[in-house]
Structure formats: structure tokens, C-alpha cells
């Protein structure tokens, strides 16, 4: 299963983009609230979890995916479950993906340390020892995948799809959704 965490503040289409790409794959996608199922995104958009964090453990998952949004970053930032879940899944190989503001989870943990990845511009001074390709919508290094923001949430979404299923499925969504990136 994939779970994509949603914490109060979240960029939306950071989450909901690659959520449905995901789906449209056949991917077992879970939107996990961080303390509650209703979860306002940034810009006011109220989405309802399937589940929250304490209903999640990772051994159940594939991949665990951090949507950026400052308030959500903050809010996960904060939250020792969620942090421990986040180390846990990476000690355990399981794929870690975030997007935008959302790498810095990842660089705080030390899980980014020399490993190559992207974040939103102009938040490279806290991505610690990373080796941060900018300008890059979407890198791999391993088992973490990073994107840069927003706007690279069509191929962050489809790369996701790609590591778990495959390019010709990803191909297939890309194609079935005329996207042109």
C-alpha cells in the first residue's frame, strides 16, 4: 500500500495528483490523516482521510509519500509519530517520496545525507548534506524520490507510478490522462 500523509496545511495537488495517478495504476493509495480524517490543505481545501497515522504501521507499506505545503511540513515536523514512522519505513527499505517543501522532513532526519534530490526553490539551505539537483522536477536516488513543487506533481505522481508498476503502466496513465509534461 501507498500512504500519502496529510497533515493540516498540505498542498493539495502535492497529494491529491500523485493519489490519483496511483489509483488510476491499480495502486492500493491510502490518504492518511496526520491527527484526524478531515484535513484542510493550504489553500482551504478540505479533504477526507481513508485513515489516520495511528491506524498505520509500516510494515503494511510500499511507500509512504510527504506532500509539501509549509503548514503541512510544519505539522509533520512536530509530530513524533510521524517522524518515527517516516525513519521506520526508510530503515526497512520501503520507498520514501516528497515533494517541495516536504524533502526537508527527509534532510532533518538525516535520511538525505549525500543522496541526490530536489526541493522548492529557495529551500536548499535546509536540505543539510544533500546533493540538491535544482532546476530538476523529479529525482530518484535509491529509494527516495524527491520533486521540486507543485507544478511537478503530474511527473512526481507518474515517477511514483513508474517504481511500483512499471514504465508501460506509467506510460498507460500518462496517456490516459493526455498529460503532455
Not at 62 to 78: D, N
Amino acid at each position: 500500500m501507498v500512504a500519502i500523509l496529510l497533515a493540516q496545511g498540505f498542498e493539495e495537488s502535492e497529494a491529491l495528483v500523485p493519489a490519483d495517478l496511483l489509483r488510476r495504476a491499480g495502486v492500493e493509495v491510502a490518504l492518511v490523516g496526520l491527527d484526524s480524517l478531515q484535513v484542510t490543505g493550504g489553500h482551504h481545501i478540505t479533504v477526507t482521510a481513508d485513515t489516520t497515522l495511528d491506524q498505520i504501521t509500516p510494515e503494511q507499506l510500499h511507500m509512504l509519500v510527504l506532500p509539501g505545503g509549509l503548514g503541512g511540513v510544519s505539522a509533520i515536523q512536530g509530530s513524533t509519530p510521524a517522524l518515527a514512522l517516516i525513519q521506520r519505513c526508510c530503515d526497512q527499505g520501503c520507498w520514501l517520496a516528497a515533494i517541495c517543501a516536504a524533502p526537508t522532513i527527509l534532510a532533518n532526519l538525516g535520511i538525505l545525507d549525500r543522496r541526490h534530490g530536489v526541493c522548492y526553490p529557495g529551500m536548499e539551505e535546509e536540505m543539510g548534506s544533500a546533493v540538491v539537483q535544482k532546476g530538476t522536477p523529479v529525482v530518484v536516488d535509491g529509494h527516495i524520490i524527491t520533486a521540486e513543487a507543485a507544478g511537478s506533481s503530474f511527473a512526481f505522481g507518474l515517477k511514483l507510478v513508474e517504481v511500483l508498476k512499471g514504465t508501460q503502466a506509467a506510460l498507460q496513465v500518462k496517456d490516459a490522462v493526455h498529460y503532455h509534461g
